[in-house]
């Protein structure tokens, strides 16, 4: 079965560096997605990205965020300047859904990547 | 804006008995979409369910199956003939339409005791 992968699993950053999150979502979805789980906390939305652009981001999703599809198969988050609370599970999301296709696709997860950050 | 509650932060039932996770949500919508997530320790995100709030039906897979209350705004989770590999976080999911997305209750942490 199709899978969406993350990469790295694991990433340790010094506060205030760059880093680029990774993730590849099924190859026949449409709409992508990050989300972030804080240790012992619930899943938070950060954006959803259809057709080359951002459709929706959230409060969290500030100027120090960014997501872009640099090519066909991969789907970027990246954080510009780290802080200590960017510290969480980054999960990337695909899904095949059609705005009013009412066949209620799910959204597809990948295995999350660890951000820990120093 | 849309809200999800599950109220309990943690369950434990006997292997081969049955639970129910509860899950309420506030929306003003007629028409969503509402899922169960399983997280086990390894964290990863895994779809256990989904119902249409079209659908009068309640959805099942297998051992799990939904009680959907649309009134209510109620969506509970019932797992029969719990196993070992069932123990894991659950979180129950809403989202306005396809392509929406989703907004994720607390979740519970179930427990199974051998």
């Known amino acids: 079965e199709p899978e969406v992968t993350q990469t790295p699993s694991h990433q340790v950053t010094q506060m205030g560096q760059e880093v680029i999150l990774r993730c590849v979502p099924i190859?026949?979805?449409?709409?992508f997605y990050w989300y972030r789980q804080i240790l012992g906390q619930k899943v938070e939305f950060l954006v959803s990205?259809?057709?080359?652009?951002?459709?929706?981001k959230s409060e969290i999703f500030d100027d120090q965020f960014s997501v872009e599809r640099p090519d066909g198969s991969n789907f970027t988050l990246k954080i510009r300047s780290t802080k200590l609370e960017d510290s969480a599970m980054y999960f990337c999301?695909?899904?095949?859904?059609?705005?009013?296709?009412?066949?209620?696709?799910?959204?597809?997860f990948g295995d999350g990547t660890r951000l820990s950050i120093l | 804006a849309q809200t999800v509650t599950q109220s309990q932060p943690e369950m434990s039932v006997q292997e081969a008995e049955t639970v129910t996770l509860s899950c309420t949500y506030d929306?003003?919508?007629?028409?969503?979409?509402l899922f169960w997530y399983k997280q086990p320790p390894s964290r990863q995100m895994i779809l256990v369910i989904r119902?249409?709030?079209?659908?009068?039906q309640n959805a099942t897979e297998n051992r799990f199956s939904v009680n959907f209350q649309k009134a209510a705004k109620s969506f509970s989770l019932k797992i029969s003939d719990s196993q070992l590999g069932d123990a894991a976080m659950y979180f129950c999911?809403?989202?306005?339409?396809?392509?929406?997305?989703?907004?994720f209750g607390q979740g519970t942490r179930l427990t199974i005791n051998p």
């Open positions: 999301a695909s899904s095949e859904d059609e705005e009013g296709d009412r066949s209620n696709q799910p959204q597809h």
């Open positions: 190859s026949n979805h449409l709409y």
């Open positions: 990205f259809y057709n080359n652009e951002i459709s929706e």
């Open positions: 929306t003003s919508e007629s028409d969503y979409y």
């Open positions: 119902q249409e709030a079209y659908k009068q």
């Open positions: 999911a809403y989202r306005r339409s396809p392509a929406q997305k989703l907004v």
